[in-house]
């Protein structure tokens, strides 16, 4: 890719020319122009020379694929970096590996700090089982260590770590050798994040927007609030992605709001919704998804935080101060409490303005006919992951194990959520799975389960255009003259068609179809390399030697 520079202003008027362009409004177009930050035009090569001598710069795309930027719709920044710079166990084998991952980590870094780790999980591990308190304490070196599990829903802990924390035993969720769970591992975390200092949380902040600007990741839904991180942690990254250039980025605050008081405060705050991992219920992995039915793998129904009246509640009070509201919700227990405490709110308020703050439910992965169809009537957006079935679906993943096989076909269905019409926003939840955008637009079009499987097309929509829908915008995410100019640059093979059906599972673009192509995502064929994002006109990421 070759680019010729021109002097001017800040946002110049800029030709990319030269490769494919992915656009609804020409599927075939090879070019386009961006002027003041947003789409000016997009068409064909041969119109492209109207416009070369009038622009700032010229850009030679050389082939490359031009797409919308990605949005992920739902991130937590600093955990995300400080896996990245940290003790990242995601990678370990056995228990004995990241015990010695841990030993090695602790003594690189003999600054006496608190250590912090993330991504074990011993369904992975040759032991099948989670590190003891004792040998978390000698890997460590007697330094306080927190380790949560892949899904941040528990973590396991050093003694060390237990003495900062006055009166942890007495906690809901205490367990003298198991992982930590509930209100004791909000404690434990808040004691080792209320470690990190300023500067170490700058770092990891810029470091996950670095990693998410590579990969062609143009905005982020940061998923905060008060049993996650902390308000300095959260508007200080607001401000850091406001000062300087890269993703745009989009807070969630997830506080119960009972009256405008409230609502104003989120505002406040800067966020743009009470909405993210408001928790209704926990996670599958850590046995703390609220379940209709006990795990298969456990004697319990998993944990409720929430109940259909405080959703109601929540619902309501959000929707009369025109705020956006969400929930954490994956057990289809809690899902069913989501649904029915919505409906309690629309009863009240009228279903038109319920619908039309369009409310959002993170994960949804247990889900039934009438769950889904209550999503479609109620308006709510489902924030999925699709990365969380390639990691824990299948007959011998971690879903069958704490489900049995039947119940855990059930999950994730996104094909029904797309025919009951769900609005779709895809999201990786990192660093519970990393960023990863082609990747998670494969594990939809290719989920494990086949019926629940999509097409690519529509999986690229829930990853782009559904991530700015799922925050009130219908103006963006798809390059379209007069939509911000928020886009990615890719190097890839020859661009198909892909239909979640095998018998048809791709095709060659051509005229007939006026289907815009995209990368071939079948398992086993390469990726698309990020070569430049642009946000708003502005690069934030270009690849080295490009």
Same mark, same amino acid.
């Given at each position: 890719?070759?680019?010729?520079?021109?002097?001017?202003?800040?946002?110049?008027?800029?030709?990319?020319?030269?490769?494919?362009?992915?656009?609804?409004?020409?599927?075939?177009?090879?070019?386009?122009?961006?002027?003041?930050?947003?789409?000016?035009?997009?068409?064909?090569?041969?119109?492209?020379?109207?416009?070369?001598?009038?622009?700032?710069?010229?850009?030679?795309?050389?082939?490359?694929? +031009?797409?919308?930027?990605?949005?992920?719709?739902?991130?937590?920044?600093?955990?995300?970096?400080?896996?990245?710079?940290?003790?990242?166990?995601?990678?370990? #084998?056995?228990?004995?590996?990241?015990?010695?991952?841990?030993?090695?980590?602790?003594?690189?870094?003999?600054?006496?700090?608190? +250590?912090?780790?993330?991504?074990?999980?011993?369904?992975?591990?040759?032991?099948?089982?989670?590190?003891?308190?004792?040998?978390?304490?000698?890997?460590?070196?007697?330094?306080?260590?927190?380790?949560?599990?892949?899904?941040?829903? &528990?973590?396991?802990? &050093?003694?060390?770590?237990?003495?900062?924390?006055? !009166?942890?035993?007495?906690?809901?969720?205490?367990?003298?050798?198991?992982?930590?769970?509930?209100?004791?591992?909000?404690?434990?975390?808040?004691?080792?994040?209320?470690?990190?200092?300023?500067?170490?949380?700058?770092?990891?902040?810029?470091?996950?927007?670095?990693?998410?600007?590579?990969?062609?990741?143009?905005?982020?839904?940061?998923?905060?609030?008060?049993?996650?991180?902390?308000?300095?942690?959260?508007?200080?990254?607001?401000?850091?992605?406001?000062?300087?250039?890269?993703?745009?980025?989009?807070?969630?605050?997830?506080?119960?709001?009972?009256?405008?008081?409230?609502?104003?405060?989120?505002?406040?705050?800067?966020?743009?919704?009470?909405?993210?991992?408001?928790?209704?219920?926990?996670?599958?992995?850590?046995?703390?998804?609220?379940?209709?039915?006990?795990?298969?793998?456990?004697?319990?129904?998993?944990?409720?935080?929430?109940?259909?009246?405080?959703?109601?509640?929540?619902?309501?009070?959000?929707?009369?101060?025109?705020?956006?509201?969400?929930?954490?919700?994956?057990?289809?227990?809690?899902?069913?409490?989501?649904?029915?405490?919505?409906?309690?709110?629309?009863?009240?308020?009228?279903?038109?303005? +319920?619908?039309?703050?369009?409310?959002?439910?993170?994960?949804?992965?247990?889900?039934?006919?009438?769950?889904?169809?209550?999503?479609?009537?109620?308006?709510?957006?489902?924030?999925?992951?699709?990365?969380?079935?390639?990691?824990?679906?299948?007959?011998?993943?971690?879903?069958?194990?704490?489900?049995?096989?039947?119940?855990?076909?059930?999950?994730?269905?996104?094909?029904?959520?797309?025919?009951?019409?769900?609005?779709?926003?895809?999201?990786?939840?990192?660093?519970?799975?990393?960023?990863?955008?082609?990747?998670?637009?494969?594990?939809?079009?290719?989920?494990?389960?086949?019926?629940?499987?999509?097409?690519?097309?529509?999986?690229?929509?829930?990853?782009?255009?559904?991530?700015?829908?799922?925050?009130?915008?219908?103006?963006?995410?798809?390059?379209?003259?007069?939509?911000?100019?928020?886009?990615?640059?890719?190097?890839?093979?020859?661009?198909?068609?892909?239909?979640?059906?095998?018998?048809?599972?791709?095709?060659?673009?051509?005229?007939?179809? !006026?289907?815009? !192509?995209?990368?071939?995502?079948?398992?086993?064929?390469?990726?698309?390399?990020?070569?430049?994002?642009?946000?708003?006109?502005?690069?934030?990421?270009? #690849?080295?030697?490009?």
């Amino acid at each position: 890719m070759t680019e010729h520079n021109a002097p001017g202003a800040e946002h110049r008027t800029v030709l990319l020319r030269g490769g494919d362009v992915h656009s609804p409004a020409d599927p075939f177009a090879t070019a386009m122009v961006v002027e003041r930050g947003h789409v000016a035009w997009v068409g064909s090569e041969g119109a492209a020379d109207a416009f070369a001598t009038g622009v700032d710069e010229v850009i030679d795309l050389e082939g490359a694929l +031009v797409t919308p930027a990605f949005t992920d719709a739902h991130v937590h920044t600093t955990s995300t970096g400080i896996a990245l710079t940290g003790l990242d166990l995601s990678a370990a #084998r056995s228990l004995t590996e990241a015990l010695e991952l841990v030993r090695a980590h602790t003594g690189a870094h003999p600054d006496g700090q608190v +250590v912090l780790g993330h991504g074990w999980d011993a369904t992975r591990w040759t032991e099948q089982r989670h590190p003891s308190r004792a040998e978390l304490d000698a890997a460590a070196g007697g330094r306080p260590l927190y380790l949560p599990r892949i899904d941040v829903h &528990s973590a396991v802990v &050093s003694t060390g770590l237990l003495d900062l924390v006055p !009166g942890i035993t007495r906690m809901a969720g205490y367990h003298p050798e198991g992982p930590l769970t509930g209100a004791a591992h909000h404690a434990v975390r808040a004691a080792a994040h209320g470690a990190i200092t300023p500067r170490q949380r700058a770092e990891a902040q810029r470091a996950a927007l670095a990693r998410a600007a590579s990969l062609g990741i143009g905005a982020v839904h940061e998923c905060a609030g008060p049993d996650i991180s902390d308000e300095e942690d959260f508007t200080g990254l607001l401000k850091l992605a406001a000062d300087e250039p890269g993703p745009r980025v989009f807070g969630y605050w997830a506080e119960q709001v009972a009256d405008a008081k409230d609502a104003r405060r989120i505002r406040e705050l800067g966020a743009i919704g009470a909405a993210g991992d408001l928790f209704v219920d926990g996670s599958l992995g850590s046995h703390t998804a609220c379940l209709h039915e006990p795990y298969a793998d456990a004697p319990h129904t998993g944990a409720a935080h929430l109940d259909a009246a405080a959703v109601a509640a929540h619902v309501a009070a959000c929707t009369e101060a025109g705020l956006q509201a969400g929930f954490h919700a994956i057990g289809d227990a809690a899902v069913g409490s989501v649904v029915t405490g919505v409906r309690a709110a629309a009863e009240r308020l009228g279903l038109a303005r +319920v619908r039309g703050a369009r409310h959002r439910v993170e994960h949804a992965e247990m889900l039934t006919p009438a769950t889904i169809a209550a999503f479609a009537e109620l308006g709510l957006t489902a924030s999925v992951q699709p990365a969380f079935d390639a990691a824990w679906g299948g007959s011998d993943g971690m879903y069958a194990a704490r489900l049995g096989a039947e119940r855990a076909r059930t999950l994730n269905p996104y094909a029904a959520l797309l025919r009951a019409g769900v609005p779709l926003a895809f999201g990786s939840d990192s660093p519970v799975t990393p960023l990863d955008p082609w990747g998670t637009l494969r594990a939809a079009a290719f989920h494990r389960t086949p019926e629940h499987r999509i097409s690519v097309r529509a999986a690229f929509a829930a990853h782009t255009r559904g991530g700015w829908r799922a925050i009130g915008r219908d103006d963006a995410g798809t390059l379209v003259p007069g939509a911000p100019a928020d886009y990615a640059i890719w190097r890839t093979d020859e661009l198909v068609v892909q239909t979640p059906d095998d018998r048809v599972a791709r095709w060659s673009t051509d005229p007939r179809s !006026g289907t815009p !192509g995209l990368p071939n995502l079948t398992p086993g064929a390469e990726l698309p390399v990020c070569l430049r994002t642009v946000v708003f006109g502005q690069t934030v990421f270009l #690849r080295p030697n490009e």
